[in-house]
């Protein structure tokens, strides 16, 4: 028998959800379904793009309980695939990457990087990543920074 192993936020949306509507959200979430992803902690909602056939957007928001756990997820999507759409689901699983009760996802552009990087994404995960820029003056090639 295969053994499904989560985190404490995944396994809390799995039992919010169902088994297979979380294993149908986390390959959206895997395969990159979502785009510009943003989530707003405070709010505890957020937006993203859907990728692929048919394209759109999609939102959604948790409730959290007293305790600040997760005690339901709400959404709506343009996808057209309702009523078994998962993509507010996966949308709420790729913020719960970064801890939906507090944390924000990380920027478009490490999404961008992330999907790139796909393939290799075990072997890079946590890795530090430093930006160069070369400032020049005009006409004089001078390195500023």
């Known amino acids: 028998m295969a053994r499904l192993v989560l985190t404490p936020d995944e396994a809390v949306?799995?039992?919010l959800i169902g088994v297979r509507a979380f294993m149908q959200a986390r390959v959206a979430a895997a395969d990159g379904e979502l785009a510009d992803v943003r989530w707003d902690s405070s709010a505890r909602q957020g937006r993203a793009i859907?990728?692929?056939e048919p394209a759109g957007w999609v939102t959604a928001s948790i409730v959290l309980d007293a305790k600040g756990k997760v005690a339901g997820?709400?959404?709506e999507c343009t996808c057209g695939l309702a009523p078994d759409c998962v993509h507010p689901?996966?949308?709420v699983l790729v913020a719960s990457q970064d801890d939906i009760s507090g944390r924000a996802v990380a920027p478009s552009?490490?999404?961008a990087l992330a999907?790139?990087?796909k393939g290799d994404s075990a072997e890079v995960a946590g890795a530090a990543l430093a930006l160069q820029f070369d400032?020049?003056?005009e006409g004089r090639g001078r390195r500023i920074a």
């Open 13 to 15: 949306i799995c039992q």
């Open 50 to 52: 859907v990728r692929g």
């Open 73 to 75: 997820i709400d959404g």
């Open 89 to 91: 689901a996966a949308l």
């Open 109 to 111: 552009w490490e999404s």
């Open 115 to 117: 999907t790139l990087l």
């Open 135 to 137: 400032l020049e003056e």
